[in-house]
């Protein structure tokens, strides 16, 4: 089946650094969204990418979608200490949104 | 608050009880979904309904959990003879559905623990 992996699992950043997570799947996607939980929360949508190649930017956030359409990064510029939480992306196959599956996530920590 | 909201937020069980949690999507929202969380994980799908039809069951899902909507607008999720690997946290999310542009509210989850 399908699988989602993210890496790293965790990242410690003291705050002014950059932070940057990976997201791979074993399979194609038609769309790849990302999340964040904060801890003892659920997880709040932040985007959803579509097009092969695409970037997107939210303010410090910017996210990239794979030309082959099998990966996506999301990086932060100068992080602060509202950025901590875990990160997930969530790929789905095909074009009605159904049956998202989630990656793992990658926890970040940023250190005042 | 309009969001998806989710009862009980905690559970406590024994092994070999039942048990039910509610969700109450946000209303004009036609999908609704549920997912499994563990602790360092990511959310696991379960199934999801389109208005009332439940379209899609994960293969990994038990025989002892089922899922209702009946009128299309809150949904049930149920734990038959439940067992300590079920501890997890069952979230709800719900959505406009009708094409790509899927953009998942979670609700606060239910919290289950089996002793």
């Known amino acids: 089946g399908q699988q989602v992996m993210q890496i790293p699992q965790y990242q410690h950043v003291q705050e002014g650094e950059d932070f940057t997570t990976y997201c791979n799947s074993s399979?194609?996607?038609?769309?790849i969204q990302w999340y964040k939980q904060r801890p003892g929360g659920h997880p709040v949508f932040l985007i959803q990418?579509?097009?092969?190649?695409e970037v997107k930017k939210q303010k410090r956030l910017t996210f990239q979608f794979g030309e082959a359409k099998k990966n996506s990064s999301l990086h932060i510029t100068a992080t602060q200490t509202t950025d901590v939480g875990t990160y997930f992306c969530?790929?789905?196959?095909?074009?009605?949104?159904?049956?998202?599956?989630f990656g793992p996530g990658t926890r970040l920590s940023v250190l005042p | 608050d309009t969001g998806v909201s989710q009862n009980p937020r905690h559970k406590i069980t024994k092994r070999g009880q039942n048990v039910t949690f509610r969700c109450d999507p946000i209303?004009?929202?036609?999908?609704l979904y549920w997912y499994r969380q563990t602790l360092g994980q990511g959310p696991e799908f379960l199934t999801y309904?389109?208005?009332?039809?439940?379209?899609?069951k994960s293969r990994l899902l038990s025989d002892r959990f089922s899922a209702e909507r009946p009128k299309g607008s809150f949904s049930t999720l149920e734990i038959q003879r439940t067992e300590q690997g079920d501890s997890a946290m069952y979230l709800c999310?719900?959505?406009?559905?009708?094409?790509?542009?899927?953009?998942?509210?979670f609700g606060s989850g239910t919290q289950l623990s089996v002793l």
């Open positions: 999310a719900s959505s406009l559905g009708g094409g790509w542009k899927e953009k998942l509210f």
């Open positions: 399979t194609t996607l038609s769309n």
């Open positions: 990418l579509v097009k092969s190649g």
């Open positions: 969530a790929g789905s196959r095909d074009n009605y949104g159904q049956n998202f599956v």
């Open positions: 209303s004009e929202h036609n999908r």
């Open positions: 309904f389109q208005n009332e039809a439940q379209l899609e």
